[in-house]
Every structure is written in structure tokens, then in C-alpha cells.
């Protein structure tokens, strides 16, 4: 059995939540991940007050967090390895900095979902995350490698700054996206409008994205065919940047190829 | 000698001598298997023996799109060579100039998680002049190299795994028609997963003899034993009496295993299809690591 974490009560603040990965947890017994100690506003809780655990001790590399956590901030961020899947809405800052393994959140996310700390220039170096609902402001900003996948919408300024990696909305990515974007790919699965910092290329099937839309189904999203099989547009920017970053974006309306 | 009767065919008994050898699985897709299929024959083409090609290569077999790495028709090439840096420069060669070069292809490592590799991709994106990007999808890194038609995508390396060349039969019958239609059913018989017959349509009638009697310099020259025009000339004649054709089935394989099953089918399936002798060619046993008596092939796949 998966270690899985249940919220029982609505914590009274804003929690911390970066313990929440498997590489801290996996392994621990019941008691141990029942007192770990999180930040909630200004005070300390326990785990254990706020989660009914189940599945403990067991040295598989994965967890289940289930609930409304849209309380919790930082969950996931920083993790290397293992799989976290949350079933409920997750707050700000969910899998910052995140380096590797797999962060499925079958919910909303809140603000910076995948992105670097205030005054870092790297946010996110590896690993997936995938949201089937929508994601706030400044998805995947600074993002160097790795791959952000929202089945929604993400908020404004998705990819700020972003050095490499991809941030793929599946219906449809925000304003102001890309904003510094150098050499990342964002991808909006429906009509968007660039910065003026970017420039129209061509229509085109893009291989490389076949194969990342594949991945996002196998992770768990709903991915139309059409996506699979259709043109989409490319634009090169940021221009302000190194200008090797593009936003890819599909509209059907435009017809086939 | 004959070891035993299948039918008509008498068997000889002796063995077949194989070799380690290195190989890569490339995965090539396009947007139809005739496309996929367009690249997969130019990349295993002129690529019969590794003493004339320095590699063997052929269609392992097609995939369905539900087999492939991006959803779409595709073809298996296996591609053997003797170390792995021989299998290293050759994809390298082979992909550029054949798979790159063809419309609407992807080109994937079919050995994911082999110990050790070589670099495709990672060498290939120098002809992006800069303008190539990578991705790192699921753990594995592509390159996204842009052509004239949009973009080839390509892996960054490709596993190496070890496997066996040079396992073969050598199905003879009175007449070249009937020897030929044997052993083109055993060839088809014989494909199928982690097997390469590098020859065209998977037969060779050239079998060789290392060495030449004439010559000191040549590799390998014909033999002389097996030719049915010779067989009054030399004392040493092997074509067995009534033989009017012998072709050679040259097979490759991902192991020891599947060379041995491959040979197993071509043998029973050569007998059925009206060979009347069927040996096999050795070096006397003492070049080879593999050895594969036809006495063993005895019971039927």
C-alpha cells in the first residue's frame, strides 16, 4: 500500500508543505510521519493533526495526499525523485525547484507551480508535473529543464524567465506568457497571443511535442488526438532574451496543415 | 554426411560457427509504415557482411503505431558490427544520410535501458548548426534537429547489446528454382523478432571461404566447396550428389537463443518447401564461439 496522507481538518493557516515528498517520508513508520512538524502560519502542527495517515513504512517511492489542499504551499517543491500524486486542489509554489520525479495534482494549483524562489534564477532543473485543472500566475518561471503540463489554463506570465524545459496549458495558456523566456517551449493547446517580444515562424507538426503530449496522457491528462495529429503554430522569442524559445499553439480554427 | 531425413531432405552433420558480435535496435517511425519503410531499406542497405560493409543491418520487423514511441507506423532495424564503437559510427552514418534525409521520420532507440551505449543524437545535432534543441521527455534525452521539412527527431544515444552473427543454413536442390523458393520460404520463416538476415531478400549465393587459395591478401573469396560448376573440378567438393543449387541464409541475432530458433524454423521450413540437402558452413570450429549442430534443430518449432 501507497503511503497516503488524508486531510481530516482545515488547517488554521497557510502551511509549508515542502516535507510532503516522498524522499522525507517513504519508509518512516506511522508515528514518525505523524509527528512530523510543519509551519502553519506563525505555529507549529504536527502532520498527524491535520492527516490521517495510512500506509506507512512502506519503502516504495511514492505518496498520496488527498484532500482540499489548497492551504498548502510548497508541496513537492524541491523533490528528486518519487512519484506524489495529489487528489485535490494544492496551494502556491507546488513543486518549486523540483529536480526530479513526478508530481501529478489532479486539482487545481495555485501560484509559481514549478517555479524558482524569489531572487533565484533557476526554478525547476527536472522531473514532471501535471495539473488537471488550471495552474495560477507564473507557471514554471525560471524553469531550466523538465516539464510543467496543466490540462486547464494556466495564470498570466507563465514561463517568466524561463532558461529551457516546457510548460504545456492544454486549454490555453495565459497572458503575457514567456515574458524572458530563452530557450523554453510553451505550449497553449488553444488560440493564445504572444508577446510582441515574439515572432510568427510557420505551421508545423512538431515531433518533439507528439512525444511530450504523449507522455502528459500517460501521466494521467486528457489529451485530444487532434492535439496529436494537427499543425501548430510556432513563434520564436523572447527576443529581448537569447530568442530561441518558442510558443507552440494550436488552433483549430486555422484547419489542417 | 547426413545426420538425419526430414522428408526429402537430408541434413548434414555438421554445425553452423558464430561470432559475438555488438548491436543496436533503431526504431524508425514516419507518418506511414511505407514512408518508415522507405527509410529502414536505404539505412540497412549495403550493409551485407561486415568485411566488405564493416556492418550487417536489416528490418527486424514492423511495429504497429501502439509499439513505437510516438504513436506512429514504424520499423525495427537491427544493426550489427563487431565492438561497439563499430556500432557507434555506423547508426551515426546511417541514420544522417538515411533516416534524416527521409521525409517525415523519427529515429528512437529500440534498446531503452541497455547498459551501455553510443551516441546518436548526440552527435548528429552538430548538422543543427546550433539551431538543434534538445528535450528531456520521460528520463530520455531528443534532439530536435530543424530541416527543411520542419524537424527530425532523434535519441540521444542508442543501446548496445551483445548478441551473435554469423549463424546460417545452406539449403540446396536439384535445380536453382527449387533451391531458391526453399530457401526464400525458410528466409521468411526465419525473420521475426531480434533477427537480422542481412543479405538480399535475406540470401546470399556467394557464400564465402576466408581467405582465398590464389591470394594472400584476400579477406575471403568464394567457396570454392560449394559451387555446383566446381564439383569435377576440385577433390574437395561438399555439393552433395544430385545438387543443383546451394544458397546461403546468413543470420544475425540478438542472442545465442534466437539465432538457434531462427535456424530451426528455416531448417524445418526449407524441408517442407522441397530442399533436398540442407548443411551449414564452419570454420572448422576453432574461430567461433557459437556453434549450432543442425542435429540439434531436429525437432520441428
Known sequence: ?257 | MSAYTLGVTDVADTFAEAFPMRFARLVITAVSEAWAHEAARSATGFATSVIGCKCEAAIERALSPDETPDGRPGIAVLLFAMDREGVGKRIVERVGQCVMTCPTTACFDGLPGAERTVALGATLRHFGDRFQASKVIAGRRFWRIPVMEGEFLVSDSAGVGQGVGGGNLVIGAGSDESALAAARAAAQAMRGEGIALPFPGGIVRSGSKVGALTSKSMPASTNHQMAPTLRAQVTDSLVPEGVGAMFEIVIDGVSEEAVREAMRRGLHTAAAAGATHVTAANFGGKLGEFHFPLDGLRDPP
Open chain 1, 1 to 257: 500500500m501507497t503511503l497516503t496522507l488524508t486531510l481530516n481538518s482545515k488547517p488554521p493557516g497557510r502551511v509549508l508543505a515542502a516535507a510532503l515528498s516522498p524522499e522525507r517520508l517513504c519508509g518512516l513508520n506511522a508515528s514518525a510521519v505523524a509527528g512530523v512538524e510543519l509551519r502553519c502560519g506563525g505555529e507549529t502542527v504536527a502532520l498527524g493533526d491535520l492527516f490521517d495517515v495510512s500506509g506507512a513504512g512502506v519503502e516504495e517511492d511514492a505518496m498520496v495526499l488527498a484532500g482540499d489542499l489548497s492551504r498548502f504551499d510548497g508541496i513537492g517543491a524541491g523533490m528528486s525523485r518519487g512519484v506524489i500524486e495529489v487528489r485535490g486542489d494544492v496551494g502556491a509554489w507546488s513543486g518549486a525547484e523540483m529536480s526530479g520525479g513526478v508530481l501529478r495534482i489532479f486539482g487545481n494549483a495555485g501560484a509559481r507551480l514549478g517555479a524558482a524562489y524569489p531572487g533565484a534564477r533557476v526554478g525547476m532543473t527536472g522531473g514532471e508535473i501535471v495539473v488537471s485543472g488550471d495552474a495560477g500566475e507564473e507557471a514554471g518561471a525560471g524553469m531550466r529543464r523538465g516539464l510543467v503540463a496543466v490540462g486547464g489554463r494556466t495564470g498570466n506570465g507563465a514561463g517568466l524567465r524561463m532558461l529551457a524545459g516546457t510548460v504545456i496549458a492544454l486549454s490555453g495558456i495565459g497572458e503575457e506568457a514567456g515574458l524572458g523566456n530563452r530557450r523554453g517551449s510553451l505550449v497553449s493547446g488553444r488560440a493564445a497571443r504572444p508577446l510582441p517580444s515574439y515572432a510568427f515562424a510557420t505551421r508545423f507538426r512538431p515531433p518533439g511535442l507528439r512525444l511530450q503530449l504523449l507522455r502528459v496522457r500517460e501521466l494521467g491528462l486528457s489529451v485530444r488526438d487532434g492535439l496529436l495529429d494537427g499543425s501548430w503554430a510556432r513563434w520564436s522569442g523572447d527576443v529581448t532574451e537569447l530568442g530561441r524559445g518558442e510558443m507552440l499553439i494550436f488552433n483549430e480554427e486555422e484547419g489542417p496543415l
